[in-house]
């Protein structure tokens, strides 16, 4: 009877010491967060999840955080007041409103990368940037092929006048290449605004807990092949 009751004390203080060898984030709803902490700056905790250390790092914003206890026993205070620091307004300058600095961006993809760089949202910054610059070959590739079709009228018009059948066909041939180089920049141009826009709506709904309805713009195989593919 003494081995049974020492081995229970043995595993009840494994289970105690085992359950204190964690950090726990506490948010401001009550929620507990039982994590390994791996970075904590002025606007955002990283950590893993205590059970899934091996899996992703997670991001939680400081202002929805209230403490952090250590597991060496320390704790850490962000928001002591949480009646008042859950309030989002522009009355307190040291409270980051997400929502609503990402919503008066709008369509101004600089600002748009630049709140992405400041508060640390690395994948969202780089999946943004790469559709912009795919969006601004699209626009050269345009401007190209606009370029390239003036000409190609001026060619032409300079044949007709100077009754060179030569210099006519060669324009007529140039505008073939100007039409090419439009027609490509349309679905390289639709599919990194479409994607520009997912990108916003998967931040919006993910981070911010906003349903968007702006419609997405893909570009990519359908039921029919390839073409262009509009969501809701």
């Given at each position: 009877m003494?081995?049974?009751?020492?081995?229970?004390?043995?595993?009840?203080?494994?289970?105690?010491?085992?359950a204190?060898?964690?950090?726990?984030?506490l948010?401001?709803?009550?929620?507990?967060?039982?994590?390994?902490?791996v970075?904590?700056?002025?606007?955002?905790?990283?950590?893993?999840?205590?059970?899934?250390?091996?899996?992703?790092?997670?991001?939680?914003?400081?202002?929805?955080?209230?403490?952090?206890?250590?597991?060496?026993?320390?704790?850490?205070?962000?928001n002591?007041?949480?009646?008042?620091s859950?309030?989002?307004?522009?009355?307190n300058?040291?409270?980051?409103?997400?929502?609503?600095?990402?919503?008066s961006?709008?369509?101004?993809?600089?600002?748009?990368?630049?709140?992405?760089?400041?508060?640390?949202?690395?994948e969202?910054y780089?999946?943004?940037?790469?559709?912009c610059?795919?969006?601004s070959?699209?626009k050269?590739?345009?401007?190209?092929?606009?370029g390239?079709?003036?000409?190609?009228?001026?060619?032409m018009?300079?044949?007709?006048l100077?009754?060179?059948?030569?210099?006519?066909?060669?324009?007529?041939?140039v505008?073939?290449?100007?039409?090419?180089?439009?027609?490509?920049?349309?679905?390289?141009?639709?599919?990194?605004?479409?994607?520009?826009?997912?990108?916003?709506?998967?931040?919006?709904?993910?981070?911010?807990?906003?349903?968007?309805?702006?419609?997405?713009?893909?570009?990519?195989?359908?039921a029919?092949?390839?073409?262009?593919?509009?969501?809701f």
């Open positions: 003494k081995r049974i009751c020492f081995l229970i004390t043995i595993i009840a203080m494994f289970c105690s010491a085992n204190l060898a964690q950090d726990v984030i948010k401001n709803d009550g929620t507990e967060i039982k994590a390994k902490v970075e904590i700056d002025d606007h955002q905790i990283k950590y893993k999840i205590y059970e899934y250390q091996d899996g992703p790092t997670r991001i939680i914003n400081t202002y929805d955080v209230m403490t952090v206890s250590f597991e060496n026993g320390t704790k850490e205070l962000f002591t007041q949480p009646s008042q859950i309030v989002k307004t522009f009355d300058p040291s409270y980051p409103d997400l929502e609503n600095e990402f919503i961006i709008d369509t101004d993809d600089d600002m748009m990368l630049e709140f992405f760089k400041k508060y640390n949202y690395t969202y780089e999946d943004f940037a790469s559709a610059k795919r969006r070959t699209g050269k590739l345009l401007g190209a092929g606009i390239v079709s003036v000409a190609s009228v001026a060619l018009v300079c044949g007709q100077a009754q060179s059948e030569a210099v006519y066909y060669f324009g007529f041939g505008s073939f290449v100007g039409e090419g180089l439009i027609i490509a920049s349309i679905p390289i141009s639709a599919a990194a605004g479409g994607k520009k826009k997912s990108i916003k709506n998967d931040f919006a709904k993910r981070e911010l807990g906003l349903h968007s309805n702006i419609p997405e713009l893909k570009f990519g195989t359908t029919n092949g390839v073409g262009l593919t509009l969501n």
